[in-house]
């Protein structure tokens, strides 16, 4: 089989015969309006290159890679549970400088953060439950504190999906968010909450709007959690 002769037009008056007069001729532009042409197409390509990399940064670098990692709040990561290596990116490029573990104790994450001058909460909650409310004011305190000067906290579990969906959902409606805007918002991660988180979702939901009545009989256990404040 023969390959087609490449009839590109840098090969014009080498191969085959130039292109008919009968196609037209164009005259060659000024040369004042080949310049204009040239920088209209020149910051054309610097606007789309600048995109691209504004693109890249607001979407690639705003979530460690880690599993189920998201941005709750301007400060506010969750995920995941972090190794050791993990923890120092964090600290390096997430500006990171206090940790929540609701996931089983871990001496060595204890010591990784200490070691770099990072606050510590470790708060075990069991994978297919949610924070009691006193677990929850805990955990709400210490937000508010290493929060208030700009600085980022990242609160894990073990796998970035059903106790950490369930305590961020919490903490939006100790926010004031409504219900149904708090479902809304975690509808993408609320298959990896069990029944139970659901159900403590919707209770404390309830404490806080309709004092102890409960979603689903009675009495609420998140009674007195319209104390806590985030």
């Known amino acids: 089989m023969r390959t087609p002769r490449d009839v590109s037009p840098r090969f014009w008056g080498r191969r085959g015969p130039a292109p008919s007069a009968a196609i037209g001729s164009l005259a060659p532009l000024p040369r004042r309006a080949r ?6 197409a020149f910051g054309f390509a610097v606007a789309l290159l600048a995109g691209r990399f504004l693109l890249n940064v607001g979407a690639g670098a705003t979530l460690p890679p880690l599993p189920g990692a998201a941005q709750v709040t301007q400060d506010l990561l969750r995920g995941g549970q972090p190794d050791d290596l993990d923890l120092e990116l964090l600290a390096e490029q997430y500006r990171v400088r206090a940790v929540v573990n609701i996931n089983r104790p871990s001496v060595e994450e204890r010591a990784v953060t200490v070691a770099q001058h990072q606050a510590y909460l470790e708060i075990p909650i069991a994978a297919d439950t949610a924070p009691t409310w ?38 939006f409606l100790l926010r004031g968010e409504p219900l149904r805007q708090v479902l809304r918002s975690t509808a993408p991660e609320r298959s990896s909450m069990t029944s139970q988180q659901v159900l403590d979702v919707f209770d404390l939901a309830a404490a806080l709007t309709s004092g102890s009545r409960r979603a689903v009989g009675s009495p609420n256990p998140y009674d007195g959690a319209e104390r806590i404040r985030w």
């Open 134 to 171: 006193p677990q929850l004011a805990t955990i709400a305190e210490f937000l508010r504190r290493y929060t208030r000067h700009g600085q980022v906290v990242y609160l894990h579990d073990n796998s970035g999906g059903g106790p950490v969906v369930a305590t961020t959902a919490m903490l």
């Open 35 to 40: 310049l204009v042409r040239l920088g209209i």
